[in-house]
């Protein structure tokens, strides 16, 4: 068994990608904990390395490639660093990763995380991208690392959707649901150690179908009982399909106070005959109904989305049905991509638009998002939100924190601190962030 108390061993960790891979960092990070392993953010005094990677962004796997290449010289400088990658490219490269780079020591996968204080103590190569029978969870040690007054909670992985253009069901697996007695406990626990604000977390958070009492668990009734823990002041969740967007969840946006008025719901096109390519399982016009109850339930909610441009086949005319989709919903954020093949799923399968196309369509849709968000933003100012502070700003006296809304605001209070919850009043907007004035709390 390691002797922790020695000098610890520094780990510096680059996260990719997405909310859950910041989740599964940090969670590694207090596995490694055990074997004497405390965090750095400079990878020149690290004695180990993990890359903790995603595939949902272009190219993905030759960017970890790229990144592997750059840290050569510090391996030759350092012949005991442990280098290691995993996540997502983790899983779906596998050995090829070893082949390609020998400098690495280990790839593991996002379900055997767990595994990580075995596999550094391991002799010569390691590689686990099992999809093991055993919840990883009963096996990662009691959380630690928190990022002040906020943090996420992973209740959901996989995904069985098997849109057309997605890997996370071939890296992620089926989808599997925490049961209910452990998330609550986890819960109370972060909160009890001055957590505030819970995102919620899966790649199809609501699907969530955890066992509970009483049998299967929805994410609306998980919400509720959550919403019970004396001092979580807010909750959110992501990444969600619209497909399980079921009644009781709908309605908890317009029940549950401490639910936050923004929800992302990812629709990925505006065109019909898209759709059924990417094999979404629903329509546009299902879509824009979905938001009309939504928003029946909670006026006032936010919505931010996903959108693929130029996925194969897809003419003018699909490209202005998304434009139209757009113009309906009006939203206050959303994530756009030009289509990239990602080996292993149907429409790679499928000849690519030329980029040109690609190009001008993103460039079209994201000025058009730009707009909604600024007007989202603009819409905001004269009015009171509350704010969690998160930390200090920049300026002096100066605190950041987020809105009801996901908003980013900036306030001048010298007597603020991180995991304040206060009353402000918004006045004025900047691209990416509001300004406000504390005004209580």
Known sequence: MTDITQTPKKLFIKTYGCQMNVYDSERMAEALGTKGY???ENADEADMVLLNTCHIREKAAEKVYSDLGRLRPLKQAKPDLKIGVAGCVAQAEGAEILRRMPLVDLVVGPQSYHRLPEMVEADGKVIDTDFPEEDKF??????????????????????????????????????????????????????SRGVREITL??????????????????????????????GLERLRYTTSHPNDMDDDLIAAHGDVPQLMPYLHLPVQSGSDRILKAMNRKHTAEQYLRLIERIRAARPDILLSSDFIVAFPGETDQDFADTMALI?????????????????????????????????????????????QQRASQEAM?????????????????????????????????????????????ITASSTNSLAGERISG
């Not at 690519?352 to 196309?357: F, K, Q």
């Open 201 to 230: 977390l899966g790649q199809n958070v609501n699907g969530y179908h955890g066992e509970g009492e009483g049998g299967g668990w929805t994410l609306g009734r998980l919400i509720r009982e959550m919403a019970e823990i004396d």
């Open 327 to 371: 113009r309906e919903v009006h939203y206050g954020a959303a994530f756009s991509f030009k289509y990239s093949a990602r080996p292993g799923t149907p429409a790679a399968e499928k000849p690519e638009l030329p980029g040109e196309v690609g190009d001008a369509r993103l460039q079209e849709l994201q000025a058009l998002i730009t707009s």
């Open 381 to 425: 100012v004269g009015r009171e939100v509350g704010v969690l502070y998160e930390k200090p700003g920049r300026l002096p006296g100066q605190m950041v924190g987020k809105s009801d809304h996901l908003h980013a605001v900036h306030v001048h209070d010298p007597a603020g601190k991180a995991g304040d919850l206060v009353r402000v009043r």
């Open 138 to 191: 009963e096996h990662l040690p009691a959380r630690k690392a928190l990022r002040g007054p906020t943090a996420f909670l992973t209740v959901q992985e996989g995904c069985d959707k098997f849109c057309a253009f997605c890997v996370v069901p071939y890296t992620r697996g089926a989808e599997v649901s925490r049961p209910v007695k452990r998330l609550l406990t986890e819960a109370r626990d972060l909160v």
């Open 38 to 40: 405390v965090t750095t």
